[in-house]
């Protein structure tokens, strides 16, 4: 068993979002990403499908070119290889769930700016 919480010891990073990986498990690796209003990934693709959930804030996520306009509880699901890009409208906190075959360096090495 495995306990984590996306709320606690929140930290924000001063000029990129902060990215924590909460656990592992055989299958995925759990990962919080917590934005200050203005924040950025560009757009990148991952080899591997992901699962993002907007757990509290409100973020511009582009697919493709187009964006959408999620807010809390909002989960988007896409296949490897699809461009995307996340902007915070506000301070949020995102929860990406990765293939445990990806890996965490490539999410950290996203540019923020």
Known sequence: MKIASLTDDISFGDTKPAITVLFETPTSK??????????????HKTPFPIVVELY????DFGVNG?????VAGNLI?????VPHDLVAIEDSIVRLSLSIKDKVE???QVKTS
């Open 77 to 81: 699901a896409l296949e490897g290889g």
């Open 66 to 70: 187009k964006k959408h306009q999620l």
């Open 56 to 59: 509290s804030g409100r973020i």
């Open 106 to 108: 490539r999410v950290k």
């Open 30 to 43: 759990e990962i919080r990403i917590v934005f200050k209003k203005g924040q950025l990934m560009k757009e």
